[in-house]
């Protein structure tokens, strides 16, 4: 059930990037090298919703400059959710992960928690660690 779910983060994350990617070329006619229009008071054809709709360049930017960041963010959830899966899958299989992986993915995870939630979860990914880790050296 992990590796499936892991497969699935694995296509969403691939989805998120094209979407990404899209969205960043699409903010490449605002670059002032690029741009053949003017941003304070043209208007742009965008696809809103399903629909497409004459919409003031400077929203338009304004609102793919709001997907990029919730794209990035999602990526972010995504990557972090692959990293606890794949701890819990370490945990239930063994050593199916060489401990020098495991060890970069606990370090990235810890970082991750301390920065979100203080210090509150090193203990959780301590007990993760147990004697396995080391015994890899």
Not at 1 to 19: H, M, P, R, S
Not at 22 to 36: D, I, M, Q, V, Y
Not at 51 to 75: G, N, Y
Not at 108 to 135: F, M
């Amino acid at each position: 059930e992990l590796a499936a779910q892991i497969l699935e983060l694995k296509q969403q994350l691939v989805d998120l990037d094209k979407k990404r990617n899209s969205t960043r070329e699409a903010l490449g006619c605002f670059r002032p090298k690029n741009r053949t229009f003017d941003e304070q008071n043209d208007k742009l054809w965008s696809c809103t919703g399903g629909f497409f709709m004459k919409i003031p360049a400077k929203h338009v930017k304004i609102m793919l400059q709001s997907d990029q960041e919730k794209v990035e963010k999602e990526i972010e959830e995504t990557r972090l959710q692959i990293k606890r899966a794949l701890v819990m899958i370490h945990r239930y299989r063994g050593s199916d992960l060489d401990s020098h992986s495991l060890k970069l993915i606990l370090q990235e995870a810890k970082q991750i928690s301390e920065d979100s939630n203080g210090n509150a979860t090193d203990k959780k990914l301590d007990s993760v660690r147990g004697g396995s880790l080391d015994s890899g050296r």
